[in-house]
Every structure is written in C-alpha cells, then in structure tokens.
C-alpha cells in the first residue's frame, strides 16, 4: 500500500436488491465505488436477475439468493464470472459470517434474524436496517453485538437522527427521546373513512417512497410503533422517556431533549441514503449527492399530537415495552399475519390494530427468550393464533 494510501473497507448487503440494499449500491457508487469498498457478499431473495446484476456489478465474492429454488437461476446468471453462489437459510449465514468489518442488515421480516445475529457475534459493525432483531430479540441481539465488539449503527432515519444527535458523554442528561412521524396517508382521515382504504391507498406515503408492507405499516403507524421498541434497545431508554410526534413535512427527523431543557434535533431532506451514508462512513461524515435543505423555501413545520384511538398501534407498542419478556415479539408477528391479511383484501385497515391486540391479551406471560429457538417460537404461535382469527372472522363474513 503507497503511503498515504486508505485501506478499502470491507462491506457484506444482506437485503441487496430491496430499497435499503439499492441505495446502499448507489451511496457506496458516490464514496468511490470499488476503489473504496470491497463487497464480500449480497444477498437477495426472488430477484435473481437483479442480485445477479448487483453482484457483477460491485465485484461480489458472493451472492446468495434465499429462495433456495432460485439457486440454478442465480448460478447460471454469474456462470464464468467467479463469483460464488449460494441459497437458502445457510448461505445467509455464510454470508453473514464472510469477513467484513461492516454488514448492512436490510434483510426485511425474520428471515434477517439468524444471519444478522451470525455478523454481530463475529464482532461485524451491524448498519441496522432489520426492525426484527430488535423487537422481536432486542436483548438477544443488543447482547450478541457487545459480547462481538462491533458497533451498532441504526439506519432507520429516525433512529439515525437521534443517534447524531445524542451527546455519548451526556447520556446521564438524556430526559427523553423523540420520534417524528409524517402522519402517513390518513393523518387527517376519520375513523369512517379509514375503515374503508384499501391497500392501494394505504401504500401511497406522503413523503418516502417504500416498499409495499413498510408502506401500509407507515399508514397504520405500526412501522412508527416497532420504532418505539426499537429506541427502547437501541439508546436503554425506558418506555415512558420515548414520545412520537406527527410531523407531517419530515424535515426533523428526530429530536432528543436533555435535563437543561435543550432539544437536539437531526433535520435533512427525506432521502435514506444520507442515514445510510451516515451508518456506512461512521464516524466520518461523507461528501454525498443528496438535495439539500433550503430554509429560505420552508415556509413552515408543523406539529401535533398523534391520535392513538385512530392509531392504536402507538398504545400496543407501549403495552409490550411495559409489560417486557417477549411481548413486542408477539406483537410482531400477529401484525405480521394481519398486514398480510390487509394486503390480500381478507381484513380491514383498522382490523389489524384489533387482531395484534387480541393475540397480545392471549399471550401475555412470555417471559424473556433465552435463545433464537425461544424467539422463533413465540412468533410462530403469535402468527398462528392471528391465522385463526383471520380465518374465522372471513368465515363470519
């Protein structure tokens, strides 16, 4: 190496072809590309023609689709590249265990469970993008990461926000944290009106634009409800130190208030790449081609409170942090089943608030989990006891 010179780092996608995996491509194409980064492993799941795409282009060393009868697909697509192939659940793990000293984790659902928690016992920086591995085995997966010794980047842009903005030496001062949130789709909508949306209307986000599933999560603030649980692993705040306010213009991305009144807040143009480029550069800030914020043009940013009787999914995610053990894993998969539900036209928008909460009033006294198999197996019975009450209340219809 010539004096001077800055060693590439080494990077593994786990997620490469969803939003949070083709933004990072684009951020690690702005800081230098393969003159920077060496990409030791993608993964994907169905698209193999753009996994493949991916890995020919940023010089993979491996590619690993997760739909293991995508496997011939994916191998004839990089045949004579020398990029290695692999599939199914234990090629995710090999490429969570490659040597990388960065793994962006934007696997989405469980199935980003057991390869993130293979990278962070290995001691891998972890850029979070996984909701998963901290509401569903926050302690697990909080504990994997310190006994590793890597660091805990959050790529969430609220999460992200309030990372930036929480001072390490006056943790001690912290009195609470903020999450905004845009108010999605129906901020203003009634009850009546939000009784009939559809999932097409329910996708639509004001402000980002997301996959299907996080989209309608948005619209029904469950995705801001698992972000709760989120900061409570993430900063060891208690439950009632995390507020969310609906801040419709998602200029302010997250505040955090301190003992002497002050309020730290992260502002930017909604972009994820500037969280991602944030969590990959870490703790340098990269130069990034990204809009900036022009005061002059900001006429205004409002604010309000959010209304938890049309978004009850804000008072269940505070139930679970208060009640502990694994409830915010039973929250996730019962809501899981119901946004399934939702988006197949089987249950109504507001219906999926009512199924996650019945499935939490059934499954109260899970105490904490001790391992994966203890966390796969609260979500398993949360899911199917949701199934049930899917099934029978179509069969009512």
């Not at 020919?56 to 697909?73: I, S």
């Amino acid at each position: 190496m010539t004096s001077g010179a800055q060693a590439k780092r080494r990077l593994t996608i786990l997620g490469s072809t969803g939003s949070i995996g083709t933004n990072t491509l684009d951020v690690i194409r702005q800081l230098g590309g393969r003159g920077a980064f060496e990409i030791a492993a993608l993964t994907g799941n169905g698209n193999v023609a753009l996994l493949a795409e991916q890995a020919k282009a940023a010089g993979a060393e491996l590619a690993v689709t997760a739909d293991e009868g995508q496997y011939e697909n994916l191998k004839a697509a990089l045949a004579g590249t020398g990029i290695e192939v692999a599939a199914g659940r234990s090629g995710l793990i090999e490429a969570a265990q490659r040597d990388a000293s960065c793994v962006m984790a934007a696997i989405v659902g469980t199935a980003g469970l057991a390869p993130t928690l293979a990278a962070a016992r290995r001691g891998a920086d972890i850029a979070l993008a996984n909701k998963e591995c901290l509401v569903s085995a926050g302690d697990l997966f909080v504990a994997a990461v310190h006994a590793g010794g890597g660091k805990l980047l959050p790529v969430d842009s609220e999460h992200n926000a309030i990372y930036q903005v929480l001072e390490e030496h006056q943790r001690h001062a912290v009195e609470r944290i903020i999450l905004t949130a845009s108010g999605g789709p129906f901020r203003q909508s009634t009850l009546t009106e939000m009784r009939d949306v559809t999932a097409a209307t329910a996708r639509a986000h004001p402000n980002w634009s997301m996959g299907l599933k996080i989209s309608i999560d948005s619209a029904s603030m469950f995705n801001k409800a698992l972000e709760m649980i989120e900061a409570k692993h993430l900063f060891g705040m208690r439950p009632d130190q995390i507020e969310v306010i609906v801040h419709p213009q998602s200029v302010i991305h997250s505040m955090v208030g301190y003992s002497d009144g002050s309020v730290l807040a992260q502002l930017g143009c909604p972009d994820m790449r500037t969280a991602i480029g944030y969590a990959l550069s870490h703790p340098a800030r990269p130069a990034l081609d990204v809009e900036r914020l022009d005061f002059a043009k900001l006429s205004r940013l409002d604010f309000e409170a959010p209304d938890e009787e049309r978004f009850p999914a804000l008072r269940l995610a505070r139930l679970a942090m208060q009640r502990g053990g694994m409830q915010s894993a039973v929250l996730n998969g019962a809501k899981e089943v119901a946004l399934e539900a939702f988006i197949d036209g089987r249950v109504g928008f507001l219906q999926m608030a009512e199924i996650t909460e019945t499935v939490m009033e059934a499954m109260t006294a899970i105490p904490a989990a001790s391992s994966m198999d203890d966390v796969f197996a609260v979500d398993g019975e949360a899911r199917r006891i949701a199934k049930t009450i899917v099934e029978r209340d179509a069969a009512a219809a």
